[in-house]
Structures are given as C-alpha cells and as structure tokens.
C-alpha cells in the first residue's frame, strides 16, 4: 500500500509561483508513473500532468503546458509539480497520484493523495 501526501498549496496572487511535493511512502516509488490532477468546486477531478517512472517523459494538460513543470526524485521518493505564472482558473484541490502509464485519466490511478488547496487571486 502505497501512501502519498501532499505539501505546498496555499494563497498566492495571479502571476505568482508555487511548489507542490508529493512524499511517497509504503511501496517501491520508482516502479509508478507519477500524476497531478485537480477538482475546483462543482468540477469532476481532471488530470494535469504525469511522469513515467525514470523521469525522462512527460505530459501536461493543454491548459497548463509551458507553464507547469512535473518532475521526480527517486532517491527521495517525491514527485514535484512547479506552477508558475498562476491564473485564478487554476484555483483548485490538487491531488498527487501514482499508478501505471501513460496516467492521462483517472482511470490508471493506483494511489491517491488526500490532496492540498491552491487558491489563486486576481
């Protein structure tokens, strides 16, 4: 059972920056391809962008390219998501994942984190 928990969200205004971590812990974390979805309120959860398991693909949700970066550290058992040049849209739960690839929906999602809040201000 693999267990991941998310850091980093918080308040920031529109063109700011913000990290997310995601720590994986209770299984081997290089063997799952890693993703972050979001679910603003009233929304179903969407996917935002994955990593295969040595890190060297990648894939971003049209709304997010050039402007999120995903990356992955398997010596630390952590995935990263880098948000830069924030809008208020991308306000949301976002939610760290681990499961198989190519992880472009839900639908290969193994692991769940239980999510941390991104609150963009205009």
């Known amino acids: 059972q693999v267990q991941l928990v998310e850091s980093g969200g918080g308040l920031v205004q529109a063109g700011g920056s913000l990290r997310l971590s995601c720590a994986a812990s209770?299984?081997?974390?290089?063997?799952?391809?890693m993703g972050w979805f979001r679910q603003s309120p009233g929304k179903e959860r969407e996917f935002v962008a994955r990593?295969?398991?040595?890190?060297?693909?990648?894939a971003y949700a049209e709304s997010v390219k050039g402007r999120f970066t995903i990356s992955r550290d398997n010596a630390k058992n952590t995935a990263y998501l880098q948000m830069n040049s924030l809008r208020p849209e991308d306000t949301a739960v976002y939610y760290c994942?681990?499961?198989?690839?190519?992880?472009?929906?839900?639908?290969?999602?193994?692991?769940w984190g239980r999510g941390t809040q991104v609150t963009v201000s205009s």
């Open positions: 990593i295969n398991r040595t890190g060297d693909n990648s």
């Open positions: 209770g299984g081997t974390f290089s063997i799952y391809t």
């Open positions: 994942a681990a499961g198989g690839f190519p992880m472009s929906t839900s639908r290969h999602v193994a692991y």
